[in-house]
């Protein structure tokens, strides 16, 4: 089974702080994906990496960054963490499925991230 | 721009029944839909996928039309029950990798 892995399930930190939030997912998937999910707008892609070292913004970039080091690792970094940024975070990795012919992802847990 | 609508923010139903969910979308040509279960805490999981030029996909109990004229999606849950209960996405592919999803509806089957 894949399994896809976050650091932390609740994460609660104060306006400014740099905050990392770690993604590891074992089934050496190319891509990764960050997003956040907010009651009333769905899930909304912040970055995207078809590779290592790799990255794309995605549809909210604004006030975040990413790294990949390592292709099973993919890190979201809050810069300077503010309190819309309070939010569940989904991580999520894909593979292309030959017998769906198509990209399937899988999921995370997700961390709820708390800034106050 | 892209737009991807589930019209109902939540369903009820009672055990037993066919729940059906609504996906349209806008200002776009798929090549594929793709249907995920989210659980409360829980990242959204893959239940199904239908490609453009098909109009019907099963899997057990779930059933997934795919109308490109109507630009919609219906997914359908017979002899529904208590622990179909969860929310459902549906997201369109934007390219190779990326997905656009739906905001999602909230199922719940009654007992």
């Known amino acids: 089974d894949v399994k896809v892995t976050q650091s932390s399930r609740y994460l609660v930190k104060r306006t400014g702080e740099k905050v990392f939030l770690e993604c590891v997912q074992d089934?050496?998937?190319?891509?990764m994906f960050w997003y956040r999910q907010d009651p009333g707008l769905g899930l909304r892609l912040i970055y995207f990496s078809y590779d290592v070292k790799m990255k794309e913004k995605g549809d909210i970039p604004e006030g975040y960054s990413v790294s990949r080091e390592k292709k099973e690792r993919f890190s979201l970094i809050l810069e300077s963490a503010s309190t819309n940024q309070t939010s569940m975070y989904l991580c999520?990795?894909?593979?292309?499925?030959?017998?769906?012919?198509?990209?399937?992802?899988?999921f995370g847990p997700g961390t709820r991230l708390t800034v106050t | 721009s892209q737009k991807i609508e589930q019209n109902s923010e939540a369903l009820n139903i009672q055990e037993g029944k066919t729940a059906t969910l609504t996906c349209n979308y806008t200002?776009?040509?798929?090549?594929?839909l793709q249907w995920y279960r989210q659980d409360p805490g829980r990242g959204p999981v893959f239940l199904l996928l239908i490609r453009e030029n098909e109009k019907e996909k099963r899997k057990e109990r779930l059933k997934v039309t795919f109308d490109t004229t109507l630009k919609q999606s219906l997914f359908h849950i017979t002899a529904s029950q208590p622990a179909d209960s969860a929310t459902y996405l549906c997201a369109l592919d934007r390219s190779n990798y990326k997905l656009t999803f739906g905001k999602g509806t909230l199922l719940t089957v009654n007992p």
């Open positions: 999520a990795s894909s593979f292309f499925s030959v017998t769906s012919g198509t990209y399937e992802q899988y």
């Open positions: 200002n776009y040509s798929p090549a594929y």
């Open positions: 089934m050496d998937h190319e891509n």
